[in-house]
C-alpha cells in the first residue's frame, strides 16, 4: 500500500485551456474525496465518492468542474475553461468507512497554475 | 453549520519550548475533531482525533489535544518542539452525521527556530 497518489505533482497552463487530475486512493478504501486548498487558507470540500457514485458536491464546484471515479477506483477532476482563480492545491483523500474509524488520508496534491 | 476558528496565524518558537496551538469551533452539536500537519509542498498527515470519551487525546509525534465542550475549543500542544515540527496546523471539524466533510480552519504556521 504505496498511500493516496496523485498526478501530476505540478500544472502549470493558460487560461481558458482545460486540465484534468488523477487520483489513485488506498486501493481498500471505498470513499474518496476532493479537497481544494488556497494559498494561506485551509482545504475546502469540493465532492466526495462512495465506490463509483457521487453523492455530494460542494457549491464551490461549478459546472467547469467535473469529477468521476468509474468502476469505484480512481478518480478524476477535470477543470474546463481554466480561470486564474482556479490556481490552487487539489488534494484528493480516501478514507474506509468503518464504525468509529473517522480520518482520511490525503494524497500531496497537484498543484494548478493557471497563467 | 460548524465552523472552526484558528486563532494564531503564526507561532514562532525556539526549539525545546512548548507550544499550544488554538483551535475553537462553533457547532449547535456534537461533532468531531481533527488535527493534520502540511509540510512544505505535501498533503496533510492526521496527527491526532478526538470522538469521544477521554478528552485528553494523543497522537503522533508527541502532540496532543485537550477537548473543552464548554469553551467549544481543541487546542493542541506538545512540551518540547523540534525544528522538524516546523509545519502549517490545521484544525478540522466533521459532523457526526456527515463524517465524510471535513470543515477546516485557516491554519496555523508553527516555526521552530534552533
Known amino acids: 500500500d504505496t498511500g493516496v497518489s496523485q498526478n501530476p505533482r505540478h500544472k502549470i497552463t493558460k487560461r481558458g485551456q482545460n486540465v484534468t487530475f488523477r487520483c489513485d486512493p488506498i486501493?481498500?478504501?471505498?470513499?474518496l474525496y476532493w479537497y481544494r486548498q488556497t494559498l494561506g487558507q485551509g482545504p475546502e470540500f469540493l465532492t466526495y465518492?462512495?465506490?463509483?457514485?457521487?453523492?455530494?458536491k460542494s457549491r464551490l464546484l461549478s459546472d467547469r468542474f467535473s469529477a468521476e471515479r468509474p468502476k469505484g477506483s480512481f478518480s478524476t477532476l477535470e477543470i474546463q475553461r481554466t480561470e486564474q482563480g482556479d490556481s490552487a492545491m487539489y488534494l484528493c483523500?480516501?478514507?474506509?468507512?468503518?464504525?468509529?474509524?473517522?480520518?482520511?488520508?490525503f494524497g500531496s496534491g497537484t498543484r494548478l497554475t493557471v497563467v | 453549520a460548524q465552523s472552526v476558528t484558528q486563532l494564531d496565524s503564526q507561532v514562532p518558537v525556539f526549539e525545546e519550548a512548548p507550544v499550544e496551538l488554538r483551535c475553537n469551533y462553533s457547532?449547535?452539536?456534537?461533532?468531531?475533531l481533527f488535527w493534520y500537519v502540511q509540510y512544505p509542498n505535501q498533503g496533510l498527515q492526521l496527527l491526532l482525533k478526538?470522538?469521544?470519551?477521554?478528552?485528553l487525546v494523543k497522537g503522533i509525534n508527541g502532540f496532543e489535544a485537550e477537548f473543552n465542550k464548554s469553551q467549544t475549543s481543541f487546542h493542541l500542544r506538545k512540551p518540547s518542539v523540534h525544528i522538524s515540527d516546523t509545519a502549517e496546523y490545521f484544525c478540522?471539524?466533521?459532523?457526526?452525521?456527515?463524517?465524510?466533510?471535513?470543515?477546516f480552519g485557516t491554519g496555523t504556521r508553527l516555526q521552530v527556530f534552533p
Open positions: 483523500a480516501s478514507s474506509l468507512r468503518d464504525g468509529g474509524d473517522y480520518g482520511y488520508t
Open positions: 486501493s481498500e478504501h471505498n470513499r
Open positions: 457547532s449547535s452539536v456534537s461533532v468531531y
Open positions: 465518492f462512495q465506490n463509483e457514485a457521487q453523492l455530494e
Open positions: 478526538y470522538l469521544s470519551g477521554s478528552t
Open positions: 478540522a471539524v466533521s459532523d457526526p452525521l456527515n463524517t465524510d466533510k471535513l470543515i
